[in-house]
């Protein structure tokens, strides 16, 4: 039998593992979200991130210097977070002449037209930033129980962090700690 014939099922073997590689690269996001160092805890400065809006911008915690911040972390998936997110929206727009930001992380979910259509039918549309990977998520120690929101007082300086679904009084009183008296 001639040598050729051993090696042309190697060949293909590797040009097919090669191709499909080359597919995976090709098809994965190159907008990866970054994380600093550090990961959330009460009373402790919150790990900086850059990611994605739900239309490509760029957005970082650092765009938010000097406003108070709250981190919700929810997906399309929660149910929580379904009743949740108007009352964060009716928040925001109550505390947003005082700097109030809101920035809706969702969680380990890639189909932005999905969530465009998720918070459309809700009547919300708080500044969204995605992460595919999970990788903001970690930082803020979150993995199960969504919602989880944390909340960012104006130095970034984490105030309080509530896992799961939470009466709409508790995410008011939040609010306005974290607002406190504009400086």
Not at 16 to 30: D, L, R
């Amino acid at each position: 039998m001639p040598a050729w014939s051993f090696a042309l099922p190697v060949l293909v073997v590797l040009v097919a593992t090669a191709t499909a590689a080359g597919i995976v690269i090709a098809n994965s996001s190159s907008k990866t979200p970054w994380v600093g160092s550090g990961h959330a805890v009460v009373g402790s400065k919150a790990p900086s991130f850059t990611s994605w809006d739900l239309n490509g911008n760029r957005v970082s915690l650092s765009d938010t210097k000097g406003r108070p911040v709250l981190l919700s972390f929810w997906a399309t998936w929660c149910t929580a977070c379904q009743q949740e997110l108007p009352a964060l929206q009716r928040i925001r727009d109550t505390y947003k002449a005082a700097g109030f930001t809101v920035l809706a992380v969702d969680y380990r979910e890639t189909n932005a037209t999905r969530m465009k259509q998720y918070l459309a039918g809700l009547n919300v549309n708080l500044e969204t930033v995605i992460d595919p990977q999970g990788s903001i998520a970690a930082a803020y120690a979150v993995d199960i129980g969504l919602p989880v929101n944390v909340w960012l007082d104006r130095s970034h300086v984490v105030n309080r962090i509530t896992t799961g679904a939470v009466p709409d009084a508790t995410l008011e009183s939040a609010a306005s700690q974290v607002v406190g008296p504009a400086t």
